[in-house]
C-alpha cells in the first residue's frame, strides 16, 4: 500500500514551513514507513521543485507559482496534474489532505481523497470569534464535500466542523500520536519557581490569560518566572505583535520575571521543556496539540484549558490541572499550587506519561491508521 500526503509543511531543512499539521505528519509518515508502508509527500507552495528519497519517503517539493489572474485555481490545477502525473508512474493508493483552506478544493484527482481534520480556517474563526474570509468558507466546504472520505484528529473537532459546515459525512477519530522514545524524561535539574509556555505567541493560543494570570501570580509568588518560547504572531484583532499585547497585562516588576525566546533549535526546547517546573498551555483553540502530546510524554506538570478537544487528552486532577482560559484567578492559583507541591506536579507528570503511552503512543496510533486505510482502500 502506497499513502501519500498532500501538506504545505514539513519539518524538513529543504522545506519552508513547519508547524503542527507537518509535526503531526512526520509522525504518521516514519511510522508507516517502519510497518512498510510506502509514503509519498507532495509539499506545495515551495521556493523549488524538487524530487528526493530520505529514509524510506519520497518528497515532492512543488514550486509555488506566481500567476496574473486566478492564481488560487490555476496552482491547484498545477498541483493536481503534478500528482496525477506521479500516480500515473507509482500508483497512489490514497491522498491524504490537510483540511487548512481547503486546498483541493477544484483538483480533478484520479486516486481516492481523504481529508484529515486538523481545524480549518473556519473552525479557528469559529472557536476565536472572528470572521472568516467568504472565499476560504468557500474552498474548504468544496474540498470537504468532495472528498470520498474525512477523518479527524479528535471527536470534538469532528462535531464541530461537521455543525460548521453541515457535513453529513460520519467522520471517524484517528488522534495524533507521539514517539515516546522520542519524547520520554530526562533528568536535568529543575529550575525553582519556573513557568514554561512553548508554541506560536499568539491570542488563539490563551497567551494574553497567560500574561493577566502570570501577573496575578505574582501577587502571592513574586519569585515566579515565566519562560516564552517561539515565534512573535500579529495579533489578528489589534494588528500589534502579541508580545507587545502580552507586556500591557503586566506591570513593572512582573515584566523582569518574563523571558521572551523566539528562534531556538527544537533539542534546546526539549531541554527548556525538561528544566520548567510547570507547563501552561491554556489554549483557546486547538484541534489535537502535538505540544500537549510532547509535554506529556516528557512527564511535565501542566495547567491547560478545558474546552473541548482537552478532555479527549488530559484528566483533570490527574495528569493536570485544567482551567477555563476566562478564569484567570483560577489560572494564577493552579499555577501557583502545582510550583508549591512538588510531589503533586511530580504524579501529575507520571500520569501523563502514562496515559500517553497507554493511548497515543505512535506504535498505537499507526496501528489504527494503517487499519483504516486497509479498509478504506478495499
Same mark, same amino acid.
Given at each position: 500500500m502506497n499513502i501519500a500526503f498532500l501538506t504545505q509543511e514539513y519539518p524538513h531543512p529543504r522545506v519552508q514551513r513547519a508547524a503542527g499539521i507537518g509535526t503531526s505528519i512526520k509522525n504518521l509518515a516514519e511510522s508507516l514507513v517502519a510497518n512498510k508502508i510506502g509514503v509519498s509527500l507532495f509539499i506545495y507552495d515551495q521556493k523549488e521543485d524538487a524530487v528526493f528519497e530520505e529514509n524510506g519517503i519520497t518528497f515532492h517539493l512543488i514550486k509555488k507559482i506566481q500567476y496574473k489572474f486566478l492564481g488560487w485555481y490555476l496552482y491547484r490545477k498545477h498541483i493536481a496534474r503534478y500528482i496525477n502525473n506521479t500516480h500515473a508512474v507509482h500508483t497512489i493508493d490514497v491522498l491524504e489532505a490537510a483540511d487548512w483552506t481547503g486546498i483541493t478544493a477544484f483538483m480533478k484527482l484520479k486516486m481516492p481523497l481523504v481529508i484529515r481534520l486538523h481545524g480549518t480556517d473556519a473552525y479557528f474563526c469559529n472557536l476565536?470569534?472572528?470572521?472568516?474570509?467568504? &472565499?476560504?468558507?468557500?474552498?474548504?466546504? &468544496? %474540498?470537504?464535500?468532495?472528498?470520498? %472520505?474525512?477523518?479527524?484528529? =479528535?471527536?470534538?473537532?469532528?462535531? !464541530?466542523?461537521?455543525?460548521?459546515?453541515?457535513?453529513?459525512?460520519?467522520?471517524?477519530?484517528?488522534?495524533?500520536?507521539?514517539?515516546?522514545?522520542?519524547?520520554?524524561?530526562?533528568?536535568?535539574?529543575?529550575?525553582?519557581? =519556573?513557568?514554561?509556555y512553548f508554541g506560536s505567541i499568539i491570542r !488563539?493560543?490563551? *497567551?494574553?490569560?497567560? %500574561?493577566? %494570570?502570570?501577573?496575578? +501570580?505574582? *501577587? !502571592?509568588?513574586?519569585?515566579?518566572? +515565566?519562560?516564552?518560547?517561539?515565534?512573535?504572531?500579529?495579533?489578528?484583532?489589534? &494588528? &500589534?505583535?502579541?508580545?507587545?499585547?502580552?507586556?500591557k497585562c503586566l506591570d513593572d516588576s512582573a515584566k523582569k520575571r518574563v523571558t521572551h525566546l523566539a528562534h531556538m533549535p527544537y533539542e534546546e526546547v526539549v531541554q527548556q521543556i525538561a528544566k520548567a517546573e510547570v507547563l501552561v498551555l491554556p489554549s483557546r483553540a486547538e484541534a489535537f496539540p502535538m505540544t500537549w502530546l510532547e509535554a506529556m510524554a516528557m512527564e511535565k506538570a501542566m495547567v491547560t484549558s478545558n474546552i473541548g478537544w482537552a478532555n479527549e487528552l488530559m484528566i483533570d486532577n490527574e495528569t493536570g490541572l485544567m482551567i477555563d482560559p476566562d478564569n484567570h484567578q483560577g489560572l494564577a492559583d493552579a499555577m501557583g499550587e502545582l510550583l508549591s507541591n512538588p510531589e503533586k506536579a511530580e504524579r501529575f507528570g507520571k500520569n501523563a506519561r502514562k496515559r500517553i503511552v497507554s493511548n497515543f503512543s505512535s506504535e498505537i496510533i499507526v496501528k489504527q491508521n494503517i487499519d483504516y486505510y486497509t479498509q478504506f482502500v478495499k
Open positions: 476565536e470569534g472572528r470572521p472568516q474570509k467568504k &472565499k476560504n468558507f468557500w474552498f474548504e466546504s &468544496k %474540498a470537504l464535500k468532495s472528498a470520498e %472520505a474525512v477523518i479527524s484528529v =479528535s471527536t470534538f473537532t469532528a462535531e !464541530k466542523t461537521k455543525e460548521i459546515f453541515q457535513l453529513s459525512t460520519s467522520i471517524i477519530t484517528l488522534y495524533n500520536g507521539i514517539d515516546v522514545e522520542k519524547f520520554k524524561p530526562l533528568q536535568l535539574p529543575k529550575q525553582p519557581n =519556573s513557568i514554561l !488563539k493560543k490563551g *497567551v494574553l490569560d497567560l %500574561a493577566k %494570570a502570570f501577573q496575578l +501570580l505574582q *501577587v !502571592k509568588n513574586p519569585d515566579a518566572s +515565566l519562560t516564552l518560547i517561539g515565534a512573535n504572531v500579529v495579533d489578528v484583532f489589534e &494588528k &500589534k505583535p502579541t508580545l507587545e499585547l502580552f507586556y
